[in-house]
């Protein structure tokens, strides 16, 4: 059993760097780019046994944790609010949530019966795994999740999201409140299905400052996190372009907390408490670099660790199609190279 990534969430000592990269499972793998040819990103996420084949297409390149294939969108189809993936555009929800009359008609569903296929593939590859890798479950959180409602797809302002929050509190907040309980019911379900660790992706929180983190969001990502974290499985909390929300993120939850490049990862760890393991936090732009360079960076977010229990190396966000899967392989084997004791010297 590779137990080092768990060893890591609970900071006890481990040989080496437990690794594993967000959307390790996508268009960078040939293999994946070939069903897609057959299928939709849908389809996939909605057939667990395809989903199952997904999820084990990266593990031959030596990641230490498999992260279920799914996608933080699928909530939104049970809550009433249809979306497709466009091709080249990316998400386009048909009927973007705006007033209170659409929140009010948005239901908060059970996963059971909202999004059955989703436990199931979890099922399914707990039992292909069979206790070899670790199994990462995972949703979206509610501000990245309600931009996506509000805005109607990816924006890079957050201007009909920051409206509603700020012209109409009252409005936002039943919407947040909706969104945190799906979400909590969705990934506690994960769990019982046997997830064995939890990552909440709040992937644009960080165009919030840290006012309107604590008065909109904070709140309500602590409904979640308190409850998931007290089944006992350990609980990743992730944002990009956090540095000024840190010690705000770590006191909203997290066993793990997530950190992209933006920030030294020492000096993060300092800044959250080393009560609290760290996730990070290469620029994923670094596995298109010449090798001699993604090595220098590799060896310095390691040595930023100085050696101490509770580092999970990742990149700071997602792998991007470009990347040749090879360097994803050398990445990983270059980290297993490293033994932890001489990281500090
Ligand atoms: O990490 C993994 O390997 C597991 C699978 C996974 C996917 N999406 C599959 C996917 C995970 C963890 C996600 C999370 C996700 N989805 C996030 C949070 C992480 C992040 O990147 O910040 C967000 C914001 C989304 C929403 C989303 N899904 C967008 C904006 C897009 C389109 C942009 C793009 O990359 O094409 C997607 C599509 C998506 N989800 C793909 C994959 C592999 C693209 C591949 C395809 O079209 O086949």
Redesign the pocket.
């Known amino acids: 059993m590779k137990d080092r990534f768990l060893r890591a969430c609970r900071r006890e000592p481990t040989d080496v760097t437990p690794v594993w ?7 960078y793998m040939p293999e ?2 070939e069903l ?1 040819k057959k299928h ?2 849908l389809e ?2 909605r057939t667990p046994e395809l989903a199952l084949e ?2 084990l297409q ?1 593990l031959k390149l030596g990641m230490d944790a498999a ?7 699928l909530v939104l189809e049970p809550m009433g609010a249809s979306f497709e ?1 466009a091709k080249g ?3 386009v929800i048909h009927e973007p949530i705006r007033t209170r009359a659409a929140i009010d008609k948005l239901r908060v569903f059970e996963a059971e019966e909202g999004l059955p296929h989703v436990l199931e593939a979890i099922r399914l590859i707990r039992r292909e795994l069979d206790g070899k890798t670790p199994l990462i479950g ?1 949703a ?1 959180a509610p501000f ?1 999740i309600a931009s ?1 409602m509000i805005e109607g ?2 924006s890079s302002d957050y201007r009909l999201t920051k409206q509603m929050m700020w012209c109409e509190p009252e409005t936002w907040s039943v919407l947040m409140t909706k969104i945190s309980e799906v979400v909590r019911r969705y990934l506690r379900a994960q769990v019982e299905a046997g997830a064995q660790a939890i ?1 909440l ?1 709040d ?2 929180i960080g165009a919030l400052s840290p006012d309107d983190y604590r008065d909109h969001v904070a709140p309500h990502v602590r409904h979640i996190l308190k409850d998931i974290e007290s089944t006992g499985v350990p609980v990743i909390h ?1 944002g ?1 372009n956090t540095s000024t929300l840190l010690e705000q993120q770590r006191d909203a939850g997290g066993t793990v907390i997530g950190v992209d490049w933006r920030v030294r990862l020492g000096e993060a760890w300092k800044r959250i408490g080393y009560d609290r393991a760290i996730q990070g936090n290469l620029d994923p732009m670094l596995l298109l670099a010449p090798p001699a360079v993604a090595e220098r960076h590799v060896r310095a977010v390691i040595a930023e660790a100085g050696g101490r229990p509770g580092h999970i190396f990742n990149l700071g ?5 470009e990347i040749p899967v090879e360097n994803v392989k050398a990445m990983i084997d270059l980290i297993h190279s490293i033994p932890l004791a001489k990281a500090s010297a």
């Open positions: 990269f967000m959307r390790q499972a996508g268009r994946y780019r897609r939709t990103l996939i996420c997904v999820t990266p992260i279920l294939f799914a996608d933080i969108l993936f555009e990316g998400p995972f979206g990245t996506y797809g990816k990552q992706f992937s644009w992730f990009t966000h997602g792998i991007v199609p």
